[in-house]
Nanobody, 124 residues
Framework: QVQLVESGGGSVQAGGSLRLSCVAS????????MGWFRQAPGQEREFVSS????????NYADSVKGRFTISRDNAKNTVYLQMNSLKPEDTAVYYC?????????????????WGQGTQVTVSS
């Protein structure tokens, strides 16, 4: 079992930055691949980024490449999503997710555990 708790969401103006955190507990974090997804009102949940537990290989959705950075601190059991140059279309509930496979995935159903989500609102 893995419990995930996100934090760091909030309201920001376009062009601003936020850093999301996700703390994991319950299992060896260093052997867990982490992902970030988001869901805007009326839309399906979509992949944002992932980071593997082997080599910390990161992957990003095209819509956030060059603006968002995922990282992990295994000593703190935490994964981060640094979001810069935020746009109104980044407004969504952001979820972290975990899977016990070395590589990342962009598919929602490949992840076994989910956090409760944190709201990010970007105003123009």
């Amino acid at each position: 079992q893995v419990q995930l708790v996100e934090s760091g969401g909030g309201s920001v103006q376009a062009g601003g930055s936020l850093r999301l955190s996700c703390v994991a507990s319950g299992r060896t974090f260093s052997r867990v691949t982490m992902g970030w997804f988001r869901q805007a009102p009326g839309q399906e949940r979509e992949f944002v980024s992932s980071i593997s537990w082997i080599g910390s290989i990161s992957n990003y959705a095209d819509s956030v490449k060059g603006r968002f950075t995922i990282s992990r601190d295994n000593a703190k059991n935490t994964v981060y999503l640094q979001m810069n140059s935020l746009k109104p279309e980044d407004t969504a509930v952001y979820y972290c997710a975990a899977r016990f496979v070395p590589s990342g995935s962009q598919k929602e159903h490949d992840y076994d555990y989910w956090g409760q989500g944190t709201q990010v609102t970007v105003s123009s």
